[in-house]
């Protein structure tokens, strides 16, 4: 069981200016906890870091101002207050595994389960259940909102099980830029061939402790700085700022289950039929320059699931070249430096190819993205006998009342996060609000852009544009014209 006191010994070795960790040894335990990083929702890392960080909390691009607009956009604009929440809480499909770490900085909550209010209701229960408070309804037509109880959680996480990705006696080199590559007796120089290390650049080996503070700033430190552990470990978590340029042109992700005996893989673009959402921008003339958009709930819904999808999944979509160098080398080093016999089961495939949480894959009409949902574990609704209440369970044991739940209420059957018809705006920083015609002007007069020089146009947001948009919202604090800058650089310039 996961557990925030815990602590972790590391061998480190410097450069012999002490400015530089080379590289660090690490057990399976601390190599669990950095795999972890891929398994965090996006929308979850801005909570963590906040939550840990308060107001100096680092910005993540567009992607922080996104999270706050959800947080800030009134519940009446959603379908009930639970879809929301299921937003501003995104659940990671690594929650149970993750809930066995030896310090889970994500807090992972075990799934809770939640049935009709009404307790006289009749309504079957393979049908009627729901795995978030208040999504999705009863066939009686009432919400669910009444939770139970789980009696066998501690079963299905057996803490005795040891290691979580990794299985337990590994040992892992981690490099300052989070490249990992197992720890192999005789393979010492080509270790530090890999890693760049050099005779001149040997200095002293140190140890090094590791709590919740550390893991936190090691997390931080991988998203904004070119050397995370060398900026935890010797420079006490101050970090130095960097901010990788956005690549212009997103490749589409190549599935690498359709390669066959060498022949050129396909792209998802046209293995993964993606939906288009057309997308009103409103563009200076003067300058060609986007300045925001005007944007139905199916645009507003891509949005917020943008928060949904974890490092690991951001990874696959873009073939392991997003902004975030050293999440890249992470991932990487999953898919192509540890082979799969230092991964517990299927964990190496999961991680390379993870799948969102039970209920967060956006209904077909939606969908831009090709990550699939992942699958739940059957489990059962036990009916109370007199003073025995409801139950839910993993098991069909014997004796009681017991039904499988045959679906679990989600997106696919219940329709979008955000209420519609309704008309949003989108600034640069992807904030939403509410569009109205006040706010259209005070937006533009904010700007000091008269409104003789602005005009509107119509786009196309494809699995192309999805990926550009993602890309720069992990650093770009403009990600809305970042992302759709080429679809702009193709119109001719408006003469006003």
Not at 421 to 436: A, E, I, N, Q
């Amino acid at each position: 069981m996961s557990c925030s006191n815990a602590n972790f010994s590391l061998k480190v070795v410097i450069n012999k200016q002490k400015t530089k960790v080379l590289f660090a040894e690490a057990n399976n335990d601390f190599t669990d906890v950095l795999l972890s990083f891929l398994t965090l929702p996006l929308g979850r890392i801005v909570r963590v870091l906040e939550k840990h960080y308060g107001d100096k909390a680092p910005v993540i691009g567009s992607i922080t101002t996104l999270y706050k607009g959800l947080v800030n956009l009134d519940s009446a604009h959603f379908r009930t207050d639970g879809y929301k929440q299921k937003l501003i809480n995104p659940r990671s499909s690594f929650s149970d595994e993750c809930r066995k770490l030896k310090l889970d900085i994500n807090d992972s909550q075990p799934v809770r389960y939640f049935a009709c209010e009404d307790l006289g209701c009749t309504r079957s229960k393979a049908y009627s259940m729901s795995m978030y408070y208040d999504v999705g309804g009863c066939d009686c037509g009432k919400p669910l909102t009444r939770e139970i109880h789980m009696t066998d959680v501690s079963e299905y996480n057996n803490v005795n099980d040891r290691g979580v990705f990794i299985v337990d006696g590994a040992s892992f080199i981690i490099s300052d830029e989070l490249m990992i590559l197992p720890n192999l007796a005789g393979s010492v120089i080509q270790i530090l061939s890999k890693l760049g290390i050099t005779d001149t650049d040997w200095g002293e080996l140190v140890n090094v402790t590791f709590g919740f503070n550390e893991v936190m700033d090691l997390l931080k430190a991988s998203l904004f700085s070119r050397t995370p552990l060398t900026d935890t470990i010797l420079n006490n978590g101050h970090i130095n700022f960097t901010w990788p340029s956005i690549p212009l042109n997103i490749v589409p992700k190549v599935d690498k289950s359709q390669v066959v005996d060498n022949i050129r893989p396909v792209p998802v673009i046209v293995i993964f039929s993606s939906k288009k959402i057309v997308l009103k921008v409103v563009v200076q003339k003067s300058t060609n320059k986007l300045l925001f958009a005007q944007a139905e709930e199916n645009f507003i819904d891509f949005l917020f699931s943008l928060l949904t999808i974890p490092l690991g999944g951001a990874e696959f979509l873009m073939d392991g070249s997003t902004s975030f160098t050293n999440i890249d080398n992470l991932y990487r080093s999953v898919a192509n430096l540890i082979d799969a016999k230092y991964f517990k089961s299927n964990a190496k495939i999961r991680l390379t190819k993870p799948k969102l949480a039970q209920g967060y894959r956006p209904i077909p009409r939606y969908r831009i993205f090709p990550l699939e949902e992942e699958k739940t574990r059957k489990v059962y609704f036990y009916e109370g006998e007199r003073s025995k209440g409801d139950s839910m369970s993993f098991s069909s044991r014997s004796g009681g009342s017991f039904i499988e739940v045959l679906f679990l209420n989600s997106l696919k059957e219940q329709g979008s996060y955000v209420k519609g018809p309704g008309t949003y705006m989108v600034r640069d920083d992807l904030s939403v609000t509410p569009l109205c015609m006040t706010s259209y002007l005070s937006n533009l007069n904010a700007l000091k852009i008269p409104f003789s020089d602005v005009t509107e146009m119509e786009v196309e947001i494809g699995l192309q544009e999805g990926l550009s948009i993602l890309n720069a919202s992990l650093v770009s604090k403009s990600a809305l014209s970042d992302g759709l800058n080429h679809l702009l650089m193709k119109q001719p310039k408006i003469e006003k």
